[in-house]
Nanobody, 125 residues
């Protein structure tokens, strides 16, 4: 059974930090790129960042570049999203998702077929 378990969300003040985790099982982890998506109420889903299966390629949305850092440990089947300098506009449900890709990754939701449940991030002003 494929599982992606996201955690680490919470309530934080503007300027603060959170670290999201996505623990996975049930598929060949290093053959799959992982992406983080977020969706705020009334807004479209946004691909925040992605990392290739072997970890060599990482991409970020312009809205988070320089503030968020994505990483993975293939021995632990886990990815992380370190979020610094959080702003109220970062408030959303955050989801991790998997797509085929050892050496590349995508922030396009349509390319992802493994999805985890969301973890809620709320940034107060």
């Amino acid at each position: 059974e494929v599982q992606l378990q996201a955690s680490g969300g919470g309530l934080v003040q503007a300027g603060g930090s959170l670290r999201l985790s996505c623990v996975t099982s049930g598929f060949t982890f290093d053959d799959h790129a992982i992406a983080w998506f977020r969706q705020a109420p009334g807004k479209e889903r946004e691909g925040v960042s992605c990392i290739s299966g072997r970890g060599g390629s990482v991409f970020y949305a312009d809205s988070v570049k320089g503030r968020f850092t994505m990483s993975r440990d293939n021995a632990k089947n886990t990815v992380w999203l370190q979020m610094n300098s959080l702003q109220p506009e970062d408030t959303a449900d955050y989801y991790c998702a998997g797509a085929w890709g050892s050496y590349t990754c995508s922030r396009d939701a349509a390319e992802h077929y493994y999805w985890g449940q969301g973890t809620q991030v709320t940034v107060s002003s």
